[in-house]
Structures are given as C-alpha cells and as structure tokens.
C-alpha cells in the first residue's frame, strides 16, 4: 500500500485479478474499516478539501511468467502492445462510457 497525494488517499498493490478479486478487497477494505469504527469510500473525490484521484487503470498481459506487453531485444513495448493502445485509442469514446464520472461524484468537484 502507498499513500498518494491526498492524507486519506491509498493505493493498494498486488498482483493481476479478476474484477471478482477486486471487489472482494473492497468489501474486505470496508468490514476492516467498519470494525474500527471507520468509513471508506472508492469515490474519485469524495471531500471539496482534499485532492482527488481520476480513474485509472494498470494492464498488463503475462504468459509464461513473461510480459507480452515489452519487446526485450527492442527495449520497447512490443507489437501486441502496441496494438492494444491503437485499440484503447480507436476506443476512447466507446470506453468513456464504463470510465466516465457518475453525478455522485460530481457533487464534491465545483460547479459539478
């Protein structure tokens, strides 16, 4: 775990899940936070006082314990990632549906 910008602000680091794994840890997050007489929240921007954090995600693609995204002899992201970004660029309007900021979250951003 690594703290960010913000004093409440985490992020959590571990090895590639599934989305099933990931909400396990939140729940997991929450019941521990609970016990203490805590509250959590996955909110972007939960407080107007504090920073907030986008959305973003960390990919990666391994087979055979080696990492399909990197090109060793190149030194440099392999085709298959580079192909992967084209489509995540080709994508982004489509993709922006799942990533986009929900009204809850724009209640703590000014003029949201």
């Not at 004093?7 to 590639?16: I, K, V």
């Not at 729940?27 to 929240?41: C, D, N, R, S």
Request: charged share 20%; glycine share 12%.
């Amino acid at each position: 775990m690594g703290a960010r910008a913000a004093r409440s602000e985490f992020h959590l680091y571990g090895a590639g899940t599934d989305g099933r794994h990931a909400r396990d840890i939140q729940a997991g997050v929450k019941e521990l936070a609970a016990q203490h007489g805590k509250a959590v929240t996955f909110m972007a921007k939960p407080s107007m006082s504090e920073p907030g954090s986008s959305c973003h995600i960390h990919t990666s693609l391994w087979s055979a314990g080696k990492n399909l995204f990197w090109d060793n002899k190149r030194e440099t992201g392999s085709k298959l990632f580079r192909q992967f970004l084209g489509g995540l660029m080709k994508y982004s309007r489509e993709l922006s549906y799942f990533f986009r900021t929900d009204d809850q979250c724009l209640q703590a951003v000014p003029g949201g």
